[in-house]
């Protein structure tokens, strides 16, 4: 079987994230069955040629690779897989009839958060050829029902294969004994970091600490937001380890974002032992069972926010609780579960 997917990063590009997370992952495990699979993305000095069996392509920049695909996807791949991580599609149903486009979320809104008027009108015409592609693979539920309602695409064309965790790597560890909250995330207007602020800045724990992890368009505004502030530490981006440890220290993670096709932050945290406390926007909701592994919040309601996290903070035995439950609930994402989907689905598909 040989695959090739397309996404604008790989997993060595200094801004890679959720998305390519998900392709390496899953892809990983497809060699290990048995897949011959390449990974093209755009040319930003990378030089690593594979990884655990994956290979890696290198051409363009983020508005030429688009073109650069299409002569790929022509070259005897199976079946090839676009990753339409950032709203427009590669287009490789144009010249290879068995593509499928993976989609992480729908776009539509975001865009009016990151682009001027003129680009996001751009941007959203384009994403709606999504429902050119024979096959679709949505990361959600929310997200397949916004394809149908946003694009018309008929529900058939749409599977929804979840997101998986690795349990060996995120896993429960020692809890700090200040009470500890963790945002964590790109730092982009659709994602609210400064809501973080606003909403810690009402936590009546004084002695509570918000760390925030991540960088972005908007980590100046961060800096200035925060200055004075010693409660609240900017960390700017982490490694992988220090996440981790990131999420086992905390008492709580919040999530802040206007859309998540999948909260990824969510499901890492409670693998990690670690509640939820986030605005009931996209996937959200399918990911926290209110007051089991997190709890859900009106969008932009800061009041209500607070008081979710007050809950959390202000006695140690509802944290761990809430860290023994949240743990239980992450037991049902998977990796390997995941790969095995994405395995008999592109069969089927190279076989149809």
């Known amino acids: 079987m040989k695959l090739l997917i397309t996404n604008h990063r790989d997993i060595f590009h200094p801004q890679a994230g959720g998305a390519e997370r998900v392709i390496y992952e899953v892809s990983r495990r497809l060699v290990k069955k048995g897949f011959d699979i390449t990974w093209l993305s755009e040319n930003v000095g990378n030089f690593n040629d594979e990884l655990d069996g994956i290979k890696f392509l290198h051409a363009g920049n983020k508005y030429t690779l688009h073109l650069h695909s299409l002569s790929y996807a022509k070259r005897g791949y199976d079946v090839v897989i676009d990753s339409v991580a950032h709203a427009v599609p590669f287009f490789s149903y144009i010249v290879n009839k068995k593509s499928i486009a993976l989609v992480h979320h729908v776009h539509q809104d975001v865009v009016k958060y990151e682009l001027n008027p003129f680009l996001a009108f751009i941007v959203r015409q384009l994403e709606k050829t999504i429902r050119n592609y024979p096959y679709i693979i949505s990361v959600s539920n929310t997200t397949k029902y916004e394809l149908i309602k946003r694009f018309r695409i008929d529900e058939s064309k749409i599977t929804v294969i979840y997101n998986g965790i690795d349990h060996e790597i995120y896993k429960p560890g020692e809890k700090s004994p200040t009470p500890t909250v963790l945002w964590i995330g790109r730092l982009k207007n659709y994602k609210n970091p400064l809501d973080a602020v606003k909403i810690f800045k009402k936590v009546k724990n004084n002695k509570a600490i918000l760390y925030i ?17 010693k409660n609240i530490i900017f960390l700017g981006k982490v490694n992988e380890s220090q996440k981790i440890k990131l999420y086992q ?104």
């Open 213 to 229: 992890a991540g960088g972005g368009d908007l980590e100046e505004n961060v800096k200035r937001a925060i200055s004075g502030q």
């Open 249 to 352: 220290q905390a008492w709580a993670v919040i999530s802040t974002s206007f859309i998540e096709g999948w909260g990824m932050t969510i499901v890492e945290a409670n693998s990690c032992g670690t509640p939820a406390v986030a605005y009931s926007t996209g996937s959200i909701p399918e990911i926290i069972e209110d007051g089991v592994n997190g709890f859900l919040v009106e969008y932009k309601n800061i009041d209500m926010f607070a008081e979710k996290l007050n809950y959390i903070l202000e006695d140690e035995n509802v944290m761990k609780y809430l860290s023994k439950r949240s743990y239980e609930s992450s037991l049902k994402y998977d990796w390997n579960k995941t790969a095995d989907e994405y395995y008999k689905y592109i069969w089927r598909i190279a076989e149809s």
